[in-house]
């Protein structure tokens, strides 16, 4: 079982920058993969960034995001975190933090990962 809980959310400008984090529970938190997903008023939840177990030398992101966030994680904290610089309000979403437990298989795909934070709300004013 693993329980995840985001934090770092809040209101920001356009262009301004935000990092989330999201602090995990769990004895085999560095054998998962590890994504953020967002979702928008009236929108389906879509994929923002994933990051893969142990050290994490594998990244992907969203096209719409890429060269604009980053994401990393800190196994000894047991923490991810997600970076966000040059926000556009179009990023405005509740953001959450997920936990895949794919035995060792990169996915980004959200009905892959099996537990999921409360989300926190990323609000960017133009």
């Known amino acids: 079982q693993v329980q995840l809980v985001e934090s770092g959310g809040g209101l920001v400008q356009a262009g301004g920058s935000l990092r989330l984090s999201c602090a995990a529970s769990g004895r085999t938190f560095s054998n998962y993969v590890m994504g953020w997903f967002r979702q928008a008023p009236g929108k389906e939840r879509e994929f923002v960034a994933a990051?893969?177990?142990?050290?994490?030398?594998?990244?992907d992101y969203s096209d719409s995001v890429k060269g604009r966030f980053t994401i990393s994680r800190d196994n000894a904290k047991n923490t991810i975190y997600l970076q966000m610089n040059s926000l556009k309000p179009e990023d405005t979403a509740v953001y959450y933090c997920?936990?895949?437990?794919?035995?060792?298989?990169?996915?980004?795909?959200?009905?892959?990962?099996?537990?999921w934070g409360q989300g926190t709300q990323v609000t960017v004013s133009s």
């Open positions: 997920a936990a895949a437990n794919t035995r060792f298989r990169f996915t980004v795909t959200s009905h892959e990962y099996n537990y």
């Open positions: 990051i893969s177990w142990s050290g994490g030398t594998r990244t």
